[in-house]
């Protein structure tokens, strides 16, 4: 966080004037479990191990990670807590549309304009990331991108993104976990030129390799 601090000095990433680069302090196990046993499952062992050994929220993707607090009470509405223990039930297909989930899932971040990260707590999904849209659209996090053919219109754009989406709904194999989706934010923020110098950049982009290479050994 000090590296990207001095690298994003004033704050021009997208989201980082709300958490400005800095970690909330952990929660406890016990605070963990207390939570735990009142949504009626166990959170997901990687986000567990960010929330105690890290920070319990803060900075992260777009307007940062949410208190764990936060993201079980984000819903509103009168909405019961204990619906995080429900099973989460994914879209079929890219067409289908559905209104923001609230069964078995556990807001992570916002992303602004009403788009929010997800992480799915419970069924055979459990553990993954996955966005929201405010066009009553969510789907798997994935670092792939669609494939536009050259001066694609708006239409075949369109169908160039229900095309990735329809395989990655029907790929599970391929999902990515909070520690991925949050590796990819740090990684993105270090390469990212904020113009800084190209000794700067070397740097930075050393920084970027040995996050990344930690994470992998996680």
Known sequence: MAELRRHDPHLRAFGATAHRYELRPPTTISGISQIEETIGIKLPEDYRDFLIRFGNGGAGPDY?????EEAIHEFGQ??????IGRPFVPPRTAEERRSYPTDGVVPLAHAGCGNMWLLIATGPEAGTIWSYSNDDQYWPFSFESPEYPTGATPEQRLDANDHLL??????P?????????????VERC???????????????????????RLLHRK
């Open 64 to 68: 940062g990670v949410l208190a764990v």
């Open 78 to 83: 009168g909405c019961p807590v204990d619906m």
């Open 166 to 171: 329809n395989r990655l709904l029907s790929d």
């Open 173 to 185: 194999t391929h999902r990515l976990n909070f520690w991925a989706w949050y590796g990819d934010w």
């Open 190 to 212: 270090l390469r990212k030129d904020f113009d800084v110098t190209p000794a700067r950049t070397e740097v930075l982009s050393g920084w970027a390799g040995k996050f990344s």
